[in-house]
Structure formats: C-alpha cells, structure tokens
C-alpha cells in the first residue's frame, strides 16, 4: 500500500522549487549585469539616440533637390527617357530636378579629376539631396556607362562624404523580358556610397514597346510603378534631408579627430 507524502516531504519539495526560482532570477540577473557591462565603451564618445535628437532639426523650405543618372548615350535612349519621366514627376510633386547627360565624360582615370564634365557631375551630385539612377541591363548588369558616373563620384572630398545620407531610388530598362539584376547591383553600389536606398525599384521589361511615337511613356502598370516610386523617394528625401547629418553620426568617427577621420577616408582603394 502507498502511502500519501507527509507534510515535511511536501514543505522539503516547496524548498527545493524556491531554491531553484531563486537560482534562476539571479541567473537572469547576472546576465542582466554582464549585458549591461560595457568596458569597451567610450563613454565621452558614447551617445543613447532619442527621438527629439532624431527630430531636433528645423524643416527646410526649399523643394527637394533630386539629381538624375542614366545609362546610355544612344539617341533614342530608353533609361534617358525613363528618367526624363521621372523628372516630370519630381517637378509635378513639388521638387526640383536635374538630370546629367554623360556625352564627353571621360572614362575613369584616364583624365584628371579636374575635368570640366567630372566637375559638372560632381557639382551636381553635391547640389542634390536624393538621387536616381536609370540603367539599362546589358549583359546581365548595369551598363559601363553607368557605373563610370558613379565611379567618378568620390566618397569622400576631403573630411566630407558627398554621397552619404542622401536618397536613392533604382530603376532599369530591358530589350527583353523583366529582369532585376541591374537594380540589384545598383543598390550594392548605393549602400557603398553610404546612400538610403529606397524600399521601391522600377524595372521596365520590353521598354522599346513602353513609349509612343512622341518618347513619352503609355499608361501602364510600369508607368504606375515609377509614379510609385518617385513618390516614394519624395517623402523619404523630405523625412531624412534635414537630419542626414545626425543619422550618419556614428561612434567610431566620434572617437576619431578629424585629421585621422580624414586621412583613413581619403586612402586611395588598391
């Protein structure tokens, strides 16, 4: 016959439970504290973002500057009619837009950065808030056009990155079937140019077949999806333009004079 536990065996397994509830939250407790150890930590450099820091800055007044890239030089050139769409639609939502034609920009280190048409780019892409950037896929890729512009485009002039905090947004043409490889490879390259690349891309399969007798786009979905995009790009330039500088704030150039920041930004690449 079993009998029923006594009431010391049950008080004994209370203990045991207690003990072991007790183990636990000082367990937890002790990972709190190690989580909360920090003695690699700069604490003068060292900065908790808060949201009045994020939106301390007063709205500008002027129209958003947008700056437009594409990738041809072909007379009929659909990225460059792309673009020059995207531009009508800039204007019409309130900004301003430019658009770079790179007939006569030289080939990447084969001239001088002094060159009047690596001057106009780079003066452009300083004057500029936001960004697009139209390729067409050849190949698989973007167009060696396009990535010439961007490669002329410097990270850093002297303690200043031109690129950094600005606006992107990728769109590509296609003589075939839609394709996402150029878009894809774009925001590699706006991520290293330390942009913020817009969730939204456009990518325009077929384009020959997009556009009338007169270069302007038809009504279609591809034509809904730029709109798409461009307002997209808008309302992030106007979110992120007059903060830029406090969201690229970060630690470890913090800790830096600017000598150091700007001998380590202005090493040539091997």
Request: proline share 5%; glycine share 4%; hydrophobic share 35%.
């Amino acid at each position: 016959m079993i009998k029923r536990l006594s009431a010391p065996t049950e008080t004994f397994s209370v203990r045991v439970n207690d003990a072991c509830r007790e183990a636990s939250l000082n367990y937890y407790e002790r990972s709190y504290r190690a989580m909360n150890d920090l003695p690699n930590l700069d604490n003068d450099c060292f900065q908790r973002p808060t949201t009045d820091s994020v939106f301390r800055a007063q709205p500008s007044t002027h129209k958003p500057r947008i700056l437009l890239l594409y990738g041809s030089l072909r007379q009929r050139s659909f990225s460059r009619l792309v673009v020059q769409e995207a531009a009508r639609l800039l204007e019409a939502m309130g900004a301003e837009a430019k658009i770079f034609h790179a007939d006569g920009l030289p080939l990447p280190d084969s001239e001088d950065a002094s060159h009047p048409k690596v001057q106009e780019l780079r003066d452009m892409v300083t004057w500029c808030e936001g960004m697009v950037w139209c390729s067409p896929e050849r190949h698989g890729a973007m167009t060696g056009i396009m990535k010439a512009q961007i490669d002329w485009i410097p990270l850093s002039l002297g303690a200043v990155r031109p690129t950094q905090g600005k606006t992107l947004a990728v769109m590509q043409v296609s003589g075939g079937s839609q394709s996402f490889n150029a878009v894809n490879q774009l925001r590699v390259l706006g991520r290293w140019m330390r942009m913020v690349t817009i969730p939204n891309q456009s990518s325009v399969p077929k384009a020959f077949l997009e556009f009338d007798d007169n270069d302007r786009m038809k009504p279609s979905g591809f034509y809904d999806r730029i709109v798409d995009v461009i307002e997209e790009l808008v309302k992030f330039t106007y979110l992120t333009r007059d903060r830029s500088d406090y969201l690229t704030d970060r630690y470890s150039e913090r800790k830096e004079s600017a000598e150091e920041l700007m001998a380590r930004v202005n090493q040539r690449s091997m």
